[in-house]
C-alpha cells in the first residue's frame, strides 16, 4: 500500500480531492488520509505514518521541514488566470496584488497585457511576512489581493478584497498521480540501497567512501569494528583522522592511487587500497592480511587436496625394538617444532611414514603435505615441479601456468626425499628458500612467500657428500637442524616376524585368500635374512608369498623358494627376484640381467624389489644407463 496524506487548506478542495482518490485507477494500492489543516496546524506526529505528503504553498514548506518526504502542489497559470477573472468580475479592482511563494507568484507579468487592470505580483517565502507585504501592497494602491488561504484570510481580517487561488481537479489529478510515482522510485531506491548495504555489510572486507572533502559518507559492519570512531556512525569523520597513514587527499586529487598498502591496526596487519570515484570521492577497501592467508591456503587446499594428504601417523609404526621405539619419541618431540628435520636411512626403512606421523602430529596436520622424490625427476622438471611456472615460461608449459609445490604446500609441510640427489644449481635456489621462504615461479619476476615445514630425506650420508663437495655445507645445516637416524631393519630382529604377519594380513585380504601362518622354522629363518632392502623388501616378501603358496602354511621350503626363486620368462635368463637374495650373485650381474628380462624399467625395479629412483641410481653407479 502507499500510504498517502494530502493536505487540503479549505473544506471545498478536501470534496475534491476525496472524489479524485475514489476514482483514481490504483485506488486499490493507496490509503488516503486527507486533513484540512492550517499551515500553523501542522504537525510532524500527523504525517509519521505517509509514504508521501501532498500540500501546497506554505504548507509544503512547513512539511518539508518536518523531514517528512513531501509532494508540493503546484499553482498553474490556469489557476491564477481563474482567480484574477473571479477577483475582477467581483470587486472591479484598479490594481491587484498577487501575493505568495515563488511557484505562485512567477511570470504573473506576463499575463498583465490580458486584463483590465493593473497587476503586481509580491513573492512571500515566510508566511510571517504575509501581513505586512499585503499592507505594503495597500499602500502601493492594489485594492484587491490574490492569494492562498494564509493570505486571503490576512487580507478579509484587514477589511481588503480577496480572493483566493483554487486548486482544479486536474491540478490535484498530477498531484497525486506524481505523489505514487515519487513513492514507487523511493521504494526501488531504497530496496537498492539495502541491498548494497547487505552486500557490504555481508562483504570480508572493510568497504568505506569518502566525499571530495575526505569525509566518510558510507561505511560496512567490518570496517566500522576495525576502525575507532566509527561505531556509532558519526555525523561527519575525516578518513585522515581515522586512517592517517593512508594520503587520501593524492587520491582524491587523481594524482596517485594506494594499493596493497600494509597498515598496523592494533595488533593485526591490513592491506589497504584506495582509488578515486570521479567527481563523488573515493572508495577504500582493507583486508586482514592472516584472513587472506587462511583463504588462500584453503584454496590450494581444495584445488589440489589429492595428494596432499599425509595418511600415516605414529601409530602406524609397527614394532617394539627399543632402538625404534627411541626414534619415534624423537619424532614425536621433533613434531612440536618448526625446525627443518632431516631423516637418515636406507632404502625401506620407512623415511616417508616417519614424515608423515610428524606432519600429522604438528600443529600443521590440517594443512597440506606435500612430498616429492627429488631422484626420480630430471632436473629441470625437478626444478619447475616445485617453483612452478607462469604461462610461456617454457616449451611444453602449461597454458595458464602452474603452481609449484612449495606454493601448494603453504602453510604445511614438504618432504624432499632423496635430497642428496638434487644438483648444484638447484641446491643453490633450495638454499633461498630456506632463507627467505619466498619463491618466484619459473618466467616471472614476481616473489611468493610462502609458509612451510621442510622435512627433507636420504639413504645417503649427506655429511660424506658435503666434504666430496658433492653437496652445500650451508644447505647441509640449513636441513639438518633436527637429524632422525632411522634403524635398518637387521637391527629390529624381533620386528620381523610382526611386520611380516602385518603384511600377510594386508595382502590376504587383498588377494582374498585363505590365512596363512608361518611356521616357528620360518619365523627364525626370515629373522635371520639380513633384508638389504630393510621394510620394503619385506614387504614384497609377503605379497609374494600370499601369491605363490598353495595353502595356509607357510614352511621353511615356501619362505626361501620365496627369498630365492627366480623370475623365469619363456625363454629368459634366470633372474634373482631380489638383490639382496642373490648374495652369490654380483649386484651388477643381477641388475644386467634383471635389465635384459624387462620390458622397462619400471618393470626390472619390481622384479628386484626396489624403487625406480634406487635403480636408477644403481645403474648409474655400474656404468649401466
Known sequence: MIDISFIVPYESMKYVVEDIFREHPDRAEIQANILTKTVEEIKKEDLENADIVIARGYSAN?????????????????????????????????????????????????????FPCEIQSYQVSDPLDLEETILKAQREGSTAIIAGK?????????????????????TVLQSID??????????????????????????????????????????????RKVLDGLEDEPEEVRLKDVLPQLDIQSVLEGRSKILGELVQ??????????VCAGD???????????????????????????????????KDIIGGESRLVETVKMAKKFSRVESNIFIYGETGTGKELFAQSIHNAS???????????????????LESELFGYVDGAFTGASKGGKPGLFELAHRGTVFLDEIGDISPSLQSKLLRVLQEREIMRLGHDQVIPIDIKIISASNKNLRDLVDRGEFRED?????????????????????????????????????????ISLTEESKALIKSYPWPGNVRELENFCERLCVLLDDGIADVQDVRLCLEESVRLDEG??????????AFVSEKEILIQTLEASRNKREAAQKLGIDPSTLWRKMKKHGLE
Open 150 to 170: 494564509s493570505g486571503t484570510s490576512i487580507a478579509s481580517r484587514l477589511g481588503i478584497d480577496s480572493t483566493m487561488i483554487l486548486s482544479g481537479r486536474k
Open 178 to 223: 506524481e505523489a505514487i510515482r515519487t513513492v514507487r522510485l523511493m521504494r526501488q531506491e531504497r530496496e537498492r540501497t539495502d541491498r548494497f548495504k547487505g552486500i557490504m555489510d555481508y562483504s570480508f572486507e572493510g568497504i568505506l567512501s569518502v566525499n571530495t572533502q575526505g569525509v566518510i559518507t558510507t561505511a560496512n559492519n567490518y570496517a
Open 475 to 515: 644447505l647441509f645445516y640449513r636441513l639438518n637442524v633436527l637429524k632422525l637416524k632411522l634403524p635398518p631393519l637387521r637391527e629390529r630382529p624381533n620386528d620381523i616376524v610382526e611386520l611380516a604377519e602385518f603384511f600377510i594380513k594386508v595382502n590376504r585380504k587383498k588377494f582374498g585368500t585363505e590365512s
Open 363 to 381: 600443529v600443521r596436520r590440517e594443512q597440506p603435505f606435500v612430498a616429492i622424490n627429488c631422484a626420480a625427476l630430471a632436473d629441470n622438471l
Open 280 to 314: 563523488t570521492g573515493a572508495v577504500v577497501t582493507f583486508t586482514n592480511i592472516s584472513k587472506i592467508q587462511e583463504l588462500e591456503g584453503q584454496i590450494r587446499t581444495k584445488l589440489h587436496k589429492k595428494g596432499l594428504v599425509a595418511k600415516y601417523q605414529f
Open 62 to 114: 512547513r512539511v518539508r521541514a518536518t523531514n517528512v518526504p513531501v509532494l508540493p502542489i503546484s499553482v498553474t497559470g490556469f489557476d491564477i488566470t481563474v482567480a484574477l477573472n473571479a477577483c475582477i468580475q467581483k470587486f472591479n479592482p484598479k490594481k491587484i496584488a498577487v501575493i505568495g511563494p515563488l511557484n505562485t507568484v512567477y511570470g504573473i507579468e506576463e499575463i498583465e497585457s490580458v
Open 573 to 582: 635368463p634366470v633372474v634373482p627376484n631380489n638383490l639382496s637374495s642373490a
Open 265 to 274: 591496526i592494533q595488533k593485526n596487519l591490513y592491506t589497504f587500497n584506495c
